[in-house]
């Protein structure tokens, strides 16, 4: 976290995104100054809380890709939510509190795959052991009992009496042995993956008592396992799978097994409360413009019950109490209708910070087309790839394709970068449908290519028709 500064923040994000550069840098000094809450001195550290953003913009200019990429960058749990899916409190719909719960559970799932992956050799080892345990059965395994509750509900083996070793025992003990070793080299070499077998896996339903009527379910609704824990034998049910397959299941079993979930727990919790990152979109449309009756009443509700969050409080899960003081929230919106001072005065004060996207024009379509990491033309180019089709791009096309898109926004609802996906869809129809049919390997895309799928002739007939 040292070496990301400000300006390598800003530098990563523009492989990504065209343009914006205010928005990164609001972005990335909010990041960079949680890293620097952390040196300071006891008695300051709870005193700093984050300066919360508000990114105006139209849809499709990077409002969300922003905040994506930089949590990403800086591996924080991050989570998206619509500020329209929540109601005031006592109406059916979700709650507030629920973002601050997905948040922790999206951070516990963050810490475990980490956790996993540290355990990952020895869980293969473990999974290619029973796998080769299936294939060729050891000695059998004396049952053990389990839980608790095998003492009650398995009757007692029976007892066999003792029998001398016979000799030919010994001699099938040996074969066993030397047929288990020669699968094991097998198993490593990759000569068995297209092996079908049976193996045990856990049953995942879930059982959840139900809930009275009226109450939330985000906060309400619990599974037997989180009070009974391993009181209850873990269901399991037999699959039939490839030995591929089977290995990637067991692994993920073994995995878990080897890992400590209460530390997990406990690093969850501890990551969302000092790095989550809430990203909050479609805010203005629970901003009333200006009028105090009807449904502006019902969305000043919905702003009280943000407040208290953003403002920092405690809340209930089922991993514990949550506090919110040290969470960030990034809030996003068209603004097309609200502003920001229609917003009740508390929560203004809550978002301090607040940046203007631009709407993106021509030359961003290029960039966006050609420049960014994984650009829109090279995600095509892989795809059609796959059919052994070369796809070449000319670079007249390209600026063709880009003022198609920008016109097309200009004219109608303005979509941003996601009107290039509408476009590039349409240009390719026919060589995606027949691709798997053509000879040549490669395939140039010119100018007189993209006015002949467009039908546009010298009056410029209007786009719109031929798009959507």
């Known amino acids: ?20 550069e205010a928005a990164k840098k609001a972005v990335a000094v909010a990041i960079r100054n949680r890293y620097r809450r952390s040196l300071l001195p006891a ?18 200019v990077g409002k969300t890709e922003i905040a994506r990429r930089m949590a990403k960058l800086v591996k924080a749990p991050f989570i998206k939510v619509e500020a329209t ?59 053990t009992l389990k839980t608790p509750f095998d003492i009650f509900m398995k009757p007692a083996p ?23 070793e020669a699968l094991s080299k097998e198993l490593e070499t990759g000569l068995l993956e297209d092996t ?5 896996v856990d049953d995942d339903g879930s059982k959840t008592i139900g809930i009275m009527q009226g109450m939330n379910s985000d906060s309400m609704s619990f599974n037997m396992n989180d009070i009974l824990g391993d009181f209850l034998p873990q269901k399991k049910k037999k699959k039939n799978v490839k030995i591929s397959e089977a290995r990637k ?17 406990e690093l969850g919790v501890k990551e969302a409360e000092q790095n989550g990152i809430i990203f909050i979109d479609e805010i203005d449309k629970i901003i009333g413009n200006g009028n105090n009756h009807g449904p502006d009443v019902s969305r000043e509700g919905v702003q009280r019950d943000i407040l208290p969050i953003v403002e920092g409080s405690t809340v209930n899960t089922k991993y514990g ?34 940046v203007h996207l631009d709407s993106l024009t021509e030359e961003d379509f290029i960039q966006i087309l050609t420049h960014t990491e994984n650009s ?33 926004n200009e004219e109608d609802e303005n979509i941003g970068a996601r009107r290039l996906h509408t476009v590039m869809e349409k240009l390719l129809e026919e060589i995606s449908f027949y691709a798997s049919d053509y000879e040549q390997d490669d395939f140039t895309i010119d100018m007189n290519y993209v006015e002949r799928v467009f039908n546009i002739s010298e009056k410029r007939d209007n786009y719109q028709k031929y798009l959507l």
């Open 376 to 408: 829109v033309i090279k995600q095509y180019q892989e795809l059609i790839r796959t059919e052994d089709v070369n796809l070449i791009f000319a670079e007249d096309a390209v600026k063709y394709i880009a003022k198609i898109a920008y016109l097309q």
């Open 43 to 60: 008695d300051l550290i709870d005193e700093f809380t984050p300066k919360n953003i508000i990114l105006i913009g139209p849809t499709g």
């Open 249 to 265: 299941i067991l692994i993920n079993q073994e995995a878990q097994k080897l890992i400590d979930m209460d530390q997990v727990n």
């Open 158 to 180: 029976p007892t066999v009496p003792s029998q001398p070793e016979l000799e030919g025992d010994a001699e099938k003990e040996k074969t066993k042995k030397e047929k288990r």
């Open 1 to 20: 976290m040292k070496e990301l500064t400000p300006k390598k923040i800003v530098t990563e994000l523009n492989r990504y995104i065209i343009g914006q």
């Open 321 to 354: 109490p949550i506090k919110t003081d040290f969470i960030l929230f990034i809030g996003a919106g068209a603004f097309h209708v609200s502003k920001i001072s229609d917003m009740i005065p508390e929560l203004q004060g809550r978002f301090p910070i607040s």
């Open 85 to 143: 899916k929540f109601t005031e409190v006592g109406y059916v719909g979700r709650d507030v509190e629920s973002m601050v719960r997905d948040l922790v559970n999206t951070s516990i799932r963050n810490v475990q795959q980490e956790k996993m992956k540290e355990v990952y050799a020895e869980a293969e080892k473990n999974a290619n052991k029973i796998i080769l345990d299936i294939l060729v059965p050891s000695k059998k395994i004396k049952e």
């Open 196 to 200: 079908v077998i049976e193996i045990e």
